[in-house]
């Protein structure tokens, strides 16, 4: 996924509208609809500001990892991408996921605690 993909993905996720993020970035709107629609990339410090503002990494950002909030970068893959799983589902799907977790983790917990025969 490239960068303008991943701000129309953040964008409708925030429900703000490309005006507002403009504005808030202090760039004007054509040039956040060129990183959107038309390939281009936005410099450093556009790019600092965009990740800041959603509070996710430049990494992330530019596609070199899927790991999105900065401060998660201590995760493995494996416990990033549950994240991402995790954060594309809606909150009643995000309860379920929970409870299916927390059923397999008393299973496992049951089945390690039993003697072997």
Do not use: W
Not at 62 to 72: K, M, Q
Not at 74 to 92: K, P, R
Not at 96 to 101: G, K, R, S, V, Y
């Amino acid at each position: 996924m490239n960068i303008g993909s991943k701000l129309r993905y953040l964008i409708e996720e925030a429900n703000i509208t490309q005006r507002q993020l403009a504005d808030a970035l202090h760039i004007s709107p054509s040039a956040l609809n060129g990183y959107i629609n038309q390939g281009k990339e936005p410099d450093y410090a556009t790019l600092v500001r965009i990740a800041d503002y959603f509070h996710t990494s430049t990494d992330y950002l530019l596609g070199h990892s899927n790991i999105r909030n900065a401060s998660l970068t201590h995760l493995n893959s494996c416990e990033g991408e549950l994240l991402s799983i995790y954060h594309t589902l809606s909150s009643y799907n995000q309860q379920l996921f929970l409870e299916e977790l927390k059923a397999v983790d008393r299973m496992v917990s049951r089945a390690t605690a039993s003697p072997l025969k």
